[in-house]
């Protein structure tokens, strides 16, 4: 198992950005509930899979009954190839060979700075399963969370006014013994969810023969999204 610290400079833009300091001095703190035993949920994201088709996107608006056009992850789209230029591979300028997709959303960090600065409890890390999700009744929505993630990450649910993150569908398909709206609804296979404490787990042995980035793990957040990414061939 090789694991590569990110970020790769054309990796995931989207959530290099952020309240980085905020986030870096909010770590000095610990989230003693990550440390209890237990399964520890993963996803890995195969950017050599996904097509950009969206439909995790849409999963997750549908099973997570949020507002019109939002999900709990975006994805971004990259291209190393500057805008008119042509394309090495088929000489056109418009066309979509060289382009890649990263999944943008909550990275489940162990060490969560979400959950260390929210004054209320309403960020919180479930009990049972490890996972940073929310009690949308505590939160008072002062936003320390959103500017403490350095994912950039977080949002406000506009039709809640509580924030949000993607807690693997905790509770609207989880605890119903389903995968993640994302996973199952991805015809491609590009996203794996499981326990990476249970060494027979899909998601285990992909770990171990794959090689994986995770974003940030400097800051001490040891976060729970891994990415499998597109190598390029030397030219
Ligand atoms: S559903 Fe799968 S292939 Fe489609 S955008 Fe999402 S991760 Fe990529
Ligand atoms: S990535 Fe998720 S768990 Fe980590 S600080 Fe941001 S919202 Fe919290
Ligand atoms: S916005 Fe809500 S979850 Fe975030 S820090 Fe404030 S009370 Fe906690």
């Known amino acids: 198992m090789k694991h590569i610290n990110l970020p790769r400079r054309d990796l995931l833009k989207g959530i290099g950005a952020g309240s980085l300091a905020l986030a870096t001095a909010g770590c000095g703190s610990t989230d003693p509930s990550a440390t209890k035993a237990g399964p520890k949920y993963v996803m890995v994201f195969d950017q050599t899979k996904c097509v950009g088709c969206g439909r995790c996107e849409d999963a997750c608006n549908q099973a997570n009954d949020l507002p019109a056009g939002i999900a709990r992850l975006t994805l971004e789209r990259q291209s190393d190839r500057v805008e008119g230029a042509v394309c090495k591979k088929c000489g056109k300028t418009d066309c979509h060979c060289d382009r890649k997709y990263v999944r943008v959303s909550c990275q489940q960090c162990d060490n969560a700075p979400c959950i260390m600065v929210c004054p209320t409890g309403a960020a919180n890390r479930d009990p049972n399963t490890g996972i940073v999700t929310m009690d949308g009744d505590k939160c008072a929505g002062c936003k320390y969370c959103i500017a403490a993630c350095p994912y950039n990450v977080r949002y406000i649910n506009s039709d809640t006014d509580v924030a949000d993150n993607c807690d693997f569908c905790l509770n609207s398909k989880l605890a119903k013994g389903e995968l993640p709206a994302c996973v199952s609804q991805c015809k491609f296979k ?32 040891d976060p729970n999204l891994y990415y499998i990414t597109i190598t390029k061939p030397e030219v």
């Open 190 to 221: 590009a996203l794996v969810f499981g326990d990476a404490n249970d060494p027979d787990s899909y998601v285990s042995k992909l770990l171990q023969v794959k090689n994986t980035s995770r974003v940030k793990p400097h800051l001490g957040t």
